[in-house]
C-alpha cells in the first residue's frame, strides 16, 4: 500500500515538503514514533492524485457505477483541529468525492490527506496548505487523468467549521469589526 499512495512526514518547524529529496525511508521513521511535548509540528501527509489512483478505479467499476466517462468528479477539501489530551493539538486535513452522494457521510469514505501536532493557527495551515496548492491547481486547471489516460474534469469544493474556513481564508475572529466570511460589512451595519 506504501507503494500505491506513500505516506511522507514533515515538521511544520523546517517545513520540508520537498518530494525530490525523498530518501524512500520515510515510511520507516512514520512507524513506531512515539509523540511527546517536543514533537509539537510532525505530520504526514499523502498525495490527493494518488488518493484518486486507487479510488477512482473503484467508483468506475462498482454496481452501479458511481463515476461514468464524462462525469465530473466533484472532489470536498476540509479540516479541522481537535485537543488530544491536556497538551497535544492535531489538525486533520481530509478531502472526499461527493459524486457518492450518500456514501460520503460515512467515515470510511472521508479520506485523510494530512494530520499533524500542532495548532489550528493560520500560520500552519499556510504552511501545509503549501504543499497542496500545486496539485490542485493542476487538478482544477488539467483535470485528473486516470490510468485509462479518460481525463475526468474536476471541481473543487471547500469545507469546516467557522474557525477553520477563517484560519485557511485569512480572516479576523467572529469577534472582529470585519467577521464574515461572505461579504465585507461592518459589524455594526449588520440589523439583527
Known amino acids: 500500500m506504501n507503494s500505491l499512495i506513500p505516506i511522507k512526514s514533515f515538521n511544520i518547524n523546517n517545513v520540508n515538503f520537498d518530494d525530490d529529496n525523498d530518501d524512500g525511508n520515510q515510511q520507516d521513521h512514520i512507524s513506531g514514533i512515539e509523540f511527546n511535548d517536543d514533537d509539537v509540528g510532525n505530520g504526514a501527509f499523502r498525495s490527493i492524485i494518488s488518493l484518486l489512483d486507487i479510488i477512482i478505479p473503484i467508483l468506475t467499476t462498482s454496481t452501479p457505477p458511481v463515476l461514468k466517462i464524462g462525469d465530473k468528479i466533484n472532489i470536498k477539501l476540509g479540516g ?22 450518500e456514501a460520503v457521510l460515512s467515515p470510511a469514505h472521508q479520506y485523510s490527506i494530512c494530520l499533524y501536532l500542532g495548532k489550528e493557527s493560520y500560520d500552519s495551515l499556510s504552511i501545509v496548505s503549501a504543499k497542496f496548492s500545486h496539485e490542485l491547481e493542476q487538478l482544477k ?20 467549521d467557522w474557525k477553520f474556513v477563517a484560519l485557511v481564508l485569512g480572516i479576523n475572529a467572529a469577534t472582529s469589526n470585519y467577521f464574515c466570511l461572505y461579504c465585507n460589512c461592518h459589524k455594526d451595519e449588520i440589523e439583527i
Open 80 to 101: 479541522d483541529g481537535r485537543n488530544v489530551g491536556r497538551k497535544q493539538k492535531h489538525v486533520m486535513l481530509t478531502m472526499c468525492i461527493l459524486n457518492e452522494e
Open 141 to 160: 486547471t488539467n483535470g485528473y487523468k486516470d490510468s485509462n489516460n479518460t481525463i475526468w474534469p474536476i471541481e473543487l469544493f471547500f469545507s469546516g
